[in-house]
């Protein structure tokens, strides 16, 4: 049995662990997302290293939100901006004599759902990771698509509201309003804010679920418009790309509630479009959770440099 370090790399956590061949994770664990360069490139070798203790690990995969260039070089990373420009790939190879590759997070997903998850015998597809930021994976005729510049999927960027006619615009963009940190805890933050001053950021949708659970109406309210935008974004996407499915990925694609009340969004939307609702039953790809869950980046990762090593 071969196996292989995987690296899930979020804005906020790094979900990290070893992953054998056949897809299996034997371990895994995560830490917080470090904020500066050499702590960050350090940390993920110092885990390799910990690994290569409990198995004779062959490779190293990692995912990462942004713009992932084909030699490992990040253009972008997402929220983590001191990645933003370093090649992980050869500093990560260069601190433990170990082949690695580097593919976008959302794209891992994806891969991933088409070996072991929802997309299993599916060619046309887009797998949506809604985190810190909103990113993601398309495939189409069976091959992930990544444009001209490795940017393509960067969907969190589309602006879907009104946006002021002077100033930054991306306030109206999707990562501002359904991706759950970015945008869900975000736009909660800045309400809550407009009424309690002091109040702190939280980067946690529990709090925020919780709060609508006990009555709280501003909750709720934001919570509805979350839904709103989020089904928005995925009936253009619908409309740009027809694909089979696409798949909602992310840690809050296990909430139930959350799947509920956005198949509810969704087809009040598809009903209220009348080119869509004409099609509906024919021609829209279903919107389904994500199979493989949290797990999906690691093992997307893995998968990758699994073909390559």
């Known amino acids: 049995m071969k196996y292989y370090v995987g690296f899930d790399i979020g804005g906020t956590t790094i979900k990290h662990g070893v992953v054998d061949e056949t897809g299996?994770?034997?371990?895994?664990?995560?830490v917080d997302t470090p904020r500066d360069r050499d702590q960050f490139i350090n940390l993920l070798a110092d885990v390799v290293k910990q690994y290569q203790n409990l198995y004779p690990i062959e490779a190293i995969g990692v995912c990462?939100?942004?713009?992932?260039?084909?030699?490992?070089?990040?253009?972008?990373?997402?929220?983590?901006?001191?990645?933003?420009?370093?090649?992980?790939?050869?500093?990560?190879?260069?601190?433990?004599?170990?082949?690695?590759?580097?593919?976008?997070?959302?794209?891992?997903?994806?891969?991933?759902?088409?070996?072991?998850?929802?997309?299993?015998?599916?060619?046309?597809?887009?797998?949506?990771?809604?985190?810190?930021?909103?990113?993601?994976?398309?495939?189409?005729?069976?091959?992930v698509y990544r444009g001209a510049h490795g940017m393509a999927g960067e969907f969190g960027w589309m602006v879907t509201k009104d946006y002021k006619l002077t100033g930054d615009i991306e306030e109206s963009s999707l990562n501002a309003t359904s991706a759950v940190v970015g945008g869900l805890c975000h736009q909660y933050t800045l309400a809550k804010q407009q009424v309690e001053p002091t109040f702190e950021p939280i980067k946690d949708a529990r709090v925020i679920f919780e709060a609508a659970h006990q009555g709280e109406l501003l909750a709720d309210t934001i919570l509805n418009r979350f839904y709103y935008d989020l089904a928005t974004g995925i009936l253009d996407l619908t409309a740009s790309f027809d694909p089979e499915v696409i798949l909602i990925g992310g840690g809050i694609s296990v909430n139930d509630e959350f799947n509920s009340n956005l198949q509810a969004?969704?087809?009040?939307?598809?009903?209220?479009?009348?080119?869509i609702h004409d099609v509906k039953d024919v021609a829209i790809a279903p919107v389904k959770p994500a199979k493989l869950l949290n797990n999906a980046g690691l093992i997307g990762a893995v998968y990758q440099i699994f073909h390559k090593a």
Not at 265 to 275: G, K, P, V
């Open 265 to 275: 969004a969704i087809q009040d939307l598809e009903t209220r479009h009348r080119s």
């Open 64 to 143: 990462t939100p942004g713009i992932v260039q084909k030699d490992g070089y990040l253009l972008t990373a997402g929220a983590i901006r001191c990645m933003y420009g370093v090649n992980l790939k050869h500093e990560l190879e260069k601190r433990t004599d170990l082949v690695v590759s580097v593919e976008n997070d959302a794209n891992a997903a994806a891969i991933a759902e088409h070996w072991l998850g929802a997309a299993i015998g599916i060619d046309n597809y887009l797998c949506l990771v809604i985190g810190t930021g909103f990113g993601g994976g398309i495939i189409i005729n069976g091959q």
């Open 24 to 30: 299996k994770i034997a371990v895994q664990s995560a």
